[in-house]
């Protein structure tokens, strides 16, 4: 019988034959405690055996002395049978609470639950917790770990089992949600903090691979929705509205310093972002310290050498007043200079007539990148924070919540405004800084071609036409039916479209 067998029949007849409790029957007897250590004695020998062998280096014809010393270890404990059952029978003693499992050594970390075992799924967890912890819904989150999993490589060592794909998904949104340390953030969820600054990695390159085109410039229908609803504002066959944002950082280290220092004199990365009317970011460029300018940062952007090759902005042509017609362009302000694909404002302020108008519809329709940051740092409060980051990194992970940012407009996932409203030194509420800076100085537009300025012009034209259009219907058919002081709003918007000062 081998040594598993008669073991295991010693024990049988040792439980029926006793009249003891449970706790004392799984007590061992002298002959089995024999057994467990021969077996135990057995595996070490082995080991020690190999691993002798393997320091020594012996190969090739040493390859039989290896084999017969091991053999010779090994008769010396127990036989070949107990040999092959030593295995099986110290994992039975150890699964069945006999001997104890060997706690972790000093160098692993045990795990906890903290936040995630209140966010488990399992749990009866509520969704606006989930939401507020994680920015979005349990559906969401299912959806992008089952399509970011094939990209998650997790590997099954000695020491302990790999963390769970739904686990690192959350500490990596939880991290970009709070902004807080990793120290704090591994901490809520039990993993240490070289894991968890391995997990962001590891999540930010599985997203990217999940959804390689959520970022990019609208083509087919999505183009015809997007050019339409500019067009309502304005503006036809617009691709949408450009601008930058700084982002915060701690002071960098390895670094010239005086790069990074922005006009606020604070340290900060610049990122330069492109949205639509419904504030899907549609292309990102980042990693230029926040000293650079605005135009700097566009002219070493690829989005800047597609759209002088001719390659980005391909619509159908719209003819505008003046004979100019353009095939798409963006919206930017005046940090930027004119350009036939880059439409911004006169310079000036205080601006009259034609030149003021346009100017006013030109802010209110590219205030949705305004609206877009207020969204997109509002839910990820890491980049509106100063926070310590790897300047490497920092593209990466702004890239992937605008992936997310795109994710949860899709998926209709509300937000609070009111979470970018903080109290003062003195108590009252006021709007949180979202990295928007205005450039010194306007850039200087005299370089502009002449085909730039008449674009602007064309739009300038059409937008007073129309509206000295409806302006003059509301005025002439709805006069007698509107009151004191909507006939003086509608007064004066004609007046300053038609460039006449006249009193009521």
């Not at 049988?12 to 003891?20: C, I, T």
């Not at 002798?52 to 036989?79: K, M, N, P, S, Y």
């Not at 980049?383 to 919540?401: A, E, G, I």
Request: hydrophobic residues 40%.
């Amino acid at each position: 019988m081998s040594l598993s067998c008669a073991f295991c029949a010693q024990r049988s007849v040792a439980m029926d034959n006793s009249g003891r409790d449970p706790q004392a029957a799984r007590r061992l007897s002298t002959s089995e405690k024999s057994m467990v250590a021969s077996a135990v004695l057995a595996v070490c020998r082995y080991m020690e055996t190999v691993n002798g062998f393997r320091r020594a280096g012996g190969r090739g014809r040493g390859r039989g002395r290896r084999e017969a010393a091991i053999a010779q270890a090994l008769a010396d404990v127990c036989t070949s049978s107990g040999l092959s059952d030593a295995p099986f029978l110290l994992s039975n003693t150890i699964v069945a609470g006999v001997l104890p499992r060997d706690t972790p050594q000093w160098w692993m970390k045990r795990r906890t639950g903290g936040t995630w075992r209140d966010l488990d799924i399992v749990d009866d967890t509520t969704d606006e917790y989930f939401h507020d912890k994680l920015r979005l819904s349990r559906a969401i989150f299912g959806d992008i770990v089952a399509a970011c999993s094939p990209f998650i490589d997790r590997r099954l060592t000695h020491y302990r089992e790999p963390l769970q794909t739904d686990l690192i998904f959350a500490f990596a949104l939880y991290q970009w949600a709070t902004g807080e340390t990793f120290e704090n953030t591994s901490s809520s969820f039990g993993i240490g903090r070289s894991s968890g600054v391995t997990v962001v990695t590891d999540v930010a390159n599985a997203i990217l691979a999940a959804y390689p085109d959520k970022v990019a410039m609208p083509s087919g229908r999505r183009l015809l929705q997007v050019t339409r609803a500019f067009g309502a504002k304005g503006f036809p066959n617009c691709f949408g509205a450009i601008d930058c944002t700084h982002v915060y950082v701690d002071k960098p280290a390895n670094a010239p310093l005086e790069n990074y220092f922005d006009q606020k004199q604070q340290f900060s990365v610049v990122a330069q972002v492109v949205v639509d009317l419904d504030m899907r970011i549609l292309d990102v460029f980042m990693g230029y310290p926040g000293s650079v300018h605005d135009q700097r940062v566009l002219r070493n952007s690829s989005l800047f050498r597609r759209a002088e090759a001719g390659e980005l902005f391909v619509a159908e042509p719209v003819l505008l007043p003046g004979g100019v017609s353009t095939t798409g362009y963006l919206l930017g302000d005046n940090g930027y200079s004119p350009r036939t694909w880059m439409v911004v404002p006169y310079r000036g302020t205080n601006q009259a007539g034609d030149i003021g108008l346009f100017d006013t519809r030109q802010k209110t329709t590219r205030g949705v990148v305004e609206r877009a940051f207020g969204r997109l740092k509002g839910m990820w409060r890491l980049f509106l924070r100063h926070h310590k980051t790897n300047m490497d990194s920092l593209p990466q992970q702004f890239l992937v919540v605008c992936i997310i940012h795109n994710l949860l407009l899709e998926a209709g996932i509300p937000f609070d405004d009111s979470v970018l409203l903080e109290p003062d030194e003195n108590g009252n509420l006021v709007h949180v800084d979202l990295g928007l800076q205005d450039p010194p100085r306007p850039v200087s537009q005299s370089g502009a071609t002449d085909a730039a300025l008449a674009l602007r012009d064309g739009f300038s034209q059409k937008i007073t036409s129309v509206c000295v259009y409806l302006l003059s219907q509301f005025y002439n058919r709805s006069w007698m039916r509107r009151s004191r002081q909507q006939k003086f709003v509608a007064h004066e918007l004609y007046m300053c479209s038609t460039q006449y000062r006249t009193r009521m």
